[in-house]
């Protein structure tokens, strides 16, 4: 009797353990639906099952090991006890706290179920611009100053929220409305990025054109990959340039880092540092004097010359790069990169490798980036 008792215990722990760690489906309370997950192709940051109309979303929380917000977005809202986490959709009724969320929207062709942003400063969507100016999308304001009273009557479905900046997320919580961070900036990879597109078209009802833009996106990047596989000389880059008395410098194992060397080219951070990080000049001297290209990101004024660069700051003329001619820049105040970057990757390789290998891309029209006359 001991022995069958003890057997069957061993049974019980281990069906126990098996069920807790299978993630790929799940029971609901009633034990009704059993979800899937669905397999992302490049994306880290979020995850996602389905049971028909039901989708359970996981999205990592930042800086915490193995920890997600999780949302229940259901096409029935019945018995609704955390309106917080249990979502209505498609949306209908959406704001967009970050102009990086909206390119997803712009390639999904979904801006009307959009009512509100935090700024229009550098916006050029045409369509989106249009809808500003006419007050159908209002103007909520920023981080730590929102116009609660203005929120609170929009009455959203959802607002998407950056992970990386916190001021005055305390109080859109107060209002009851569900909050989703948007992680997407903290993949490693661009197709990574690219691949948030299928998160945001869980909320309007899109998935099967999300996975379609996603699939023309990887083929074309994984393509412009393969023209560098076997470069056999890879200019060596850096990036940034001096803010507030520091340097920040992408990291080595940073989203940037990864697209410099997709595209044939050595950049010369070795670290594994996934994030920017401050240096001083001396610093980034050391490393990027002799370096073949510099490329820049920066609201810059119209027309800015390699004269005009090197009047901000001196030194910047004691650099190989600057002297050859190899300056980059995608200036942020004439280029859409903000509401576009994320979901035009193999647009943004192809400018890359159009400068770092010119014979590979030579019809290239760059998009982004321009040399610094």
């Known amino acids: 009797m001991q022995r069958i008792l003890f057997f069957l215990s061993i049974g019980l ?22 979800f899937t ?45 955390d309106p917080a986490t249990i979502i209505k959709v498609p949306c209908k009724r959406i704001i967009c706290l970050s102009s990086t969320q909206l390119c997803y929207f712009f390639a999904l062709d979904d801006i009307d179920d959009i009512i509100a942003i935090n700024s229009s400063r550098y916006l050029r969507h045409e369509g989106m611009k249009a809808l500003v100016e006419s007050g159908k999308v209002k103007r909520i304001g920023k981080e730590g100053n929102f116009n609660l009273e203005m929120i609170a009557a929009l009455d959203p479905d959802v607002i998407f929220v950056s992970p990386f900046k916190v001021g005055g997320f305390d109080a859109l ?16 990879t661009p197709l990574g990025r690219s691949e948030w597109v299928k998160m945001l078209a869980l909320f309007v009802g899109k998935e099967e054109k999300a996975d379609s833009i996603f699939d023309g996106i990887e083929s074309r990047y994984q393509n412009l990959k393969e023209l560098t596989s076997k470069v056999k000389e890879r200019p060596t880059i850096f990036s940034g340039k001096m803010r507030s008395g520091s340097w920040y410098v992408p990291g080595g194992n940073s989203f940037y880092a990864h697209y410099f060397r997709d595209a044939g080219a050595d950049y010369i951070i070795k670290d594994n540092k996934q994030g920017a990080y401050p240096v001083d000049f001396e610093t980034i001297y050391s490393k990027a004097s002799n370096c073949d290209y510099w490329r820049i990101i920066h609201p810059e004024k119209s027309g800015l010359s390699l004269k005009d660069l090197g009047e901000q700051d001196s030194r910047y003329e004691d650099f190989k790069a600057f002297q050859q001619k190899n300056v ?46």
Request: hydrophobic residues 35%.
């Open 328 to 373: 980059i820049l995608c200036n942020i105040r004439e280029k859409p990169y903000y509401e576009q970057a994320g979901v035009k990757p193999d647009v943004l390789l192809a400018d890359y490798i159009y400068f770092f290998h010119h014979e590979l891309l030579p019809k290239h029209q760059p998009y982004f980036y321009q040399r610094l006359k």
């Open 37 to 81: 997950e669905v397999q992302l192709k490049h994306a880290k940051e979020f995850k996602f099952e389905k049971s028909g109309d039901k989708t359970i979303l996981h999205i990592h929380r930042k800086g915490e090991e193995n920890e997600f917000d999780t949302f229940h977005l259901v096409a029935e809202q019945k018995d609704v006890k």
């Open 13 to 34: 722990l281990i069906s126990l353990f098996s069920c807790k760690g299978h993630s790929s489906k799940l029971a609901d309370k009633k034990g009704k639906d059993r």
């Open 173 to 188: 919580r107060n209002l009851g409305i569900p909050l989703v961070p948007m992680a997407a900036y903290n993949e490693e």
